[in-house]
């Protein structure tokens, strides 16, 4: 949507995603290779396929080995991330359909092309996680595509200035390494508010915009002003002004940074902040920061790149580590394999499935084999009792009481406590009946959203639907919390939409007792949750409920509460 304020301002609308307003001149990423260079290249001159094969080959090389330096210059997520797209450049399987193309009289480009088509067909395919991995794709078509013509690597300029970084989409290669003191904020055309762009902005703690229509006529350098609240970014407004919201929100976010908990309503009402973790380094490093525990231990993420199952001692181990850093009264909730769909992982996932989001994932991979997970809450079990960390222990995917309550049997025998994730419609229909087989429930958004709107929750161009503010899942949340509310058991939220701190106020008032997030987003929600009393959050989920779309419901809220 495009309109014009009283001053001529342009205005573009989009999803917000991260907080905080950042005014400064628009930096456009690169992402293509410019025509001109492409045409004027043509087929090349080589003597035959094989020469055309080398020069593939030392293009992707070069390539692989951009991303390798870039990965060894850093550490964590963003290593990783660098390291994986490394892989992918020197991909066997990319050079053989090369080669065949070449050897069936196909231009190097257009070898190259019909490669990456194949793949990123069979990745769409396979859905989640592995479609992201598109991005990846053609990110390292461009490159390679810039090697062979003799032209730069397209990508993300590094700013002489802070600048507004404005791109059709982003690679996780491209953000791995945003520098935020120089990206003042991330707006782009595609993208969902679960999509690596909008987790990474998070993460560096800067404003974020996804899915903003009109992103492709703003002009380099042209100054704009985001508000990642609203999801609005003005062209060229009044710069004083400007620049003074932005200064503002600067101050703000300083003061939020200093946050230290615990999470209580400005009349004193006890929220419980915990952190989503993937494995040991994550949680030593959420430990430190103000959270009372982890409220979603995504335990599938250890095991992403394991052909086999690890036994009960190796899972008991990393288990163990996790939970020993939170000892000292937190307490942890680790979530049973949520394999299959956007997790793919070798030695659970089913294979060659038609709909895999809707296919056997989650908790419906044990229905065939449950040993998988009868060995899966041995391992947790024995963890808990050497570490001696209260341990909670649910299951993601549960569509019925029957598999809740299954399951609940399963998780007391072993004497931990047991709950279900809602993130299928039916449980959240469900949810009275569910409290009354096990003793917690914890709310994904990502997936209730998903399946609540019948929009895949990494589709680029869907970012208005797979948006947790849509009265639909805000409708589904309010049955869910208020059947924890009656039956006095805690019901959580773990899914995107408790990081956002607009939200979790609404979240609170709808009778959500505790909020689970990426570490990142713990502060900006504490901060903004000491600021409402629980009047104003009961107000603020009631406007919310009662609006039509998610942007007259984030508008309601905010005059809500003022
Ligand atoms: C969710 O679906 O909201 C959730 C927390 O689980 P995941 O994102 O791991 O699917
Ligand atoms: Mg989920």
Redesign the pocket.
């Known amino acids: 949507m495009v309109t014009e304020t009283a001053h001529t301002v342009q205005v573009l609308q989009g999803t917000p995603v991260v907080s905080g307003v950042a005014y400064g001149p628009a930096l456009l990423a690169r992402g293509d290779v410019p025509t001109e260079a492409i045409e004027a290249f043509g087929r090349g001159s080589y003597a035959d396929a094989d020469a055309a094969l080398s020069a593939y080959e030392r293009a992707a090389a070069a390539v692989a080995d951009g991303f390798a330096a870039k990965a060894s210059s850093v550490s964590g997520a963003a290593a990783e991330v660098l390291a994986a797209s490394a892989g992918l450049a020197r991909d066997k399987g990319l050079r053989s359909i090369v080669r065949k193309q070449l050897a069936s009289g196909s231009s190097i480009l257009s070898s190259l092309h019909t490669a990456v088509e194949h793949f990123a067909g069979l990745f769409t395919q396979m859905g989640g996680l592995m479609a992201e991995r598109v991005t990846d794709l053609h990110d390292i078509e461009r490159r390679i595509t810039a090697h062979l013509i003799g032209v730069a690597e397209p990508g993300v300029p590094v700013p002489a200035v802070p600048s507004v970084l404005l791109a059709r989409d982003l690679a996780p290669s491209d953000t791995a390494l945003l520098d935020p003191a120089l990206v003042l904020a991330l707006v782009t055309e595609l993208g969902g508010p ?1 999509s690596h762009t909008a987790i990474i902005a998070r993460q560096l703690g800067i404003p974020c915009v996804v899915g903003t229509v009109g992103l492709a006529d703003v002009t380099e350098g042209a100054l704009v002003l985001v508000d990642g609240t609203t999801g609005t970014i003005q062209i060229a407004p009044d710069p004083e002004k400007a620049a003074a919201a932005a200064e503002a929100d600067a101050v703000e976010r300083a003061t939020l940074a200093t946050w230290s908990g615990p999470a209580v309503t400005a009349d004193g009402v006890s929220v419980k902040l915990l952190a ?1 973790v993937a494995d040991v380094p994550t949680a030593q490093s959420a430990a430190t920061a103000p959270v009372e525990g982890v409220g ?1 231990f ?1 335990t599938e993420l250890s095991f992403l790149n394991r052909a086999d199952e690890p036994s009960i001692e190796e899972q008991a181990a990393i288990y163990a580590d996790v939970l020993a850093a939170f000892g000292e009264g937190r307490h942890v909730v680790a ?1 049973t394999l ?1 394999a299959g769909s ?2 793919p992982i070798a030695f659970a996932t089913h294979q060659g499935e038609e709909n895999p989001a809707l296919g056997v994932r989650g908790l419906r991979l044990s229905f065939d084999n449950p040993g998988l997970l009868d060995r899966q809450l041995d391992a947790l079990a024995a963890a808990a009792a050497s570490s001696g960390v209260e341990t909670w222990v649910m299951a ?1 995917m549960v569509a019925t009481v029957a598999e809740a309550s299954s399951f609940a049997e399963k998780v007391r025998s072993r004497g931990l406590r047991p709950g279900v ?1 809602i ?1 299928v419609p039916s449980a959240a229909l469900q949810a009275s009946r569910m409290l009354e087989v096990v003793d917690f429930l914890s ?6 959203t ?1 399946y609540t709107m019948a929009a895949d ?1 990494m589709a680029t161009d869907l970012a208005h639907l797979t948006d947790a503010w849509q009265p639909a899942v805000l409708q589904l949340v309010a049955m869910t919390a208020a059947a924890g509310v009656t039956a006095r058991k805690p019901v959580g939220v ?3 939409a408790a990081a956002d701190p607009l939200l979790a106020c609404v979240l609170v008032g709808l009778g959500i007792t505790s909020l689970s997030m990426a570490p990142a987003a713990v502060r900006p929600v504490g901060a903004q949750l000491g600021r409402v009393t629980m009047a104003d959050c009961r107000r603020a989920a009631e406007a919310a409920l009662a609006a039509v779309d998610p942007e007259a419901a984030r508008a309601a809220v905010r005059e809500a509460l003022g």
Do not use: A, S, Y
């Open positions: 679960t989503n979603l995504r979530r949520d956007d997790k993601p994730m993130e709310i994904g958004t990502n997936d209730l998903q929750r773990c899914g995107e």
